[in-house]
T-cell receptor, first 112, second 117 residues
Framework: SQQGEEDPQALSIQEGENATMNCSYKTSINNLQWYRQNSGRGLVHLILIRSNEREKHSGRLRVTLDTSKKSSSLLITASRAADTASYFCATDDTGTASKLTFGTGTRLQVTL | GAVVSQHPSWVICKSGTSVKIECRSL??????MFWYRQFPKQSLMLMAT?????????EQGVEKDKFLINHASLTLSTLTVTSAHPEDSSFYICSASTLRGSNQPQHFGDGTRLSIL
């Protein structure tokens, strides 16, 4: 399987703390994307980082990409209870016409 | 913008029934739509890619005669699960992208939970 791995599988933190999730993948990529999924719902796109970028910010989100290590991280700062969800990385692999390969996901629980 | 509507959101039906799921892009033209399957607490597995006006491309191990995909217009793709059986019970999610081969995100529907009795 070419599916990426994410760690941790589950993460529980208190509101106000930062949450860091890591993603590793196996192929060469055009870009890497992070998505959020609330329970029983579809996915919401959070951020896209291209293969020639190393870091990207969007609000409380910070994404890094290390193509030499084939890894990425998602940092959510000052977490809120509403951030509770599953987070997936997805790679747009070169030569696959925009198909996405999803990681295994991290379930984030933010408690008050 | 970039809203994708998926219908129905929940289906319960008897074994042997065929079920059609619709995926519509409401405010943009989707050159490509994707269909995924997700088991509980697992990741998304791509089933097939459909481009408007052409046959869908199925991933390895996905039966094209079992999962019929039609992408008749730039705003609508349908997935029909034919003669569904309990093992077909799952969460099916569609997504759509606007431009082929560029760095664009996919826009997801809210999914369809299919339960076959």
């Amino acid at each position: 399987s070419q599916q990426g791995e994410e760690d941790p599988q589950a993460l529980s933190i208190q509101e106000g703390e930062n949450a860091t999730m890591n993603c590793s993948y196996k192929t060469s990529i055009n870009n890497l994307q992070w998505y959020r999924q609330n329970s029983g719902r579809g996915l919401v796109h959070l951020i896209l980082i291209r293969s020639n970028e190393r870091e990207k910010h969007s609000g409380r989100l910070r994404v890094t990409l290390d193509t030499s290590k084939k890894s990425s991280s998602l940092l959510i700062t000052a977490s809120r209870a509403a951030d509770t969800a599953s987070y997936f990385c997805a790679t747009d692999d070169t030569g696959t016409a925009s198909k996405l390969t999803f990681g295994t996901g991290t379930r984030l629980q933010v408690t008050l | 913008g970039a809203v994708v509507s998926q219908h129905p959101s929940w289906v319960i039906c008897k074994s042997g029934t065929s079920v059609k799921i619709e995926c519509r892009s409401l405010d943009f033209q989707a050159t490509t739509m994707f269909w995924y399957r997700q088991f509980p607490k697992q990741s998304l597995m791509l089933m097939a890619t459909s481009n408007e006006g052409s046959k869908a491309t199925y991933e390895q191990g996905v039966e094209k005669d079992k999962f019929l995909i039609n992408h008749a217009s730039l705003t609508l793709s349908t997935l029909t699960v034919t003669s569904a059986h309990p093992e077909d019970s799952s969460f099916y999610i569609c997504s759509a992208s606007t431009l082929r081969g560029s760095n664009q995100p996919q826009h997801f529907g809210d999914g369809t939970r299919l339960s076959i009795l």
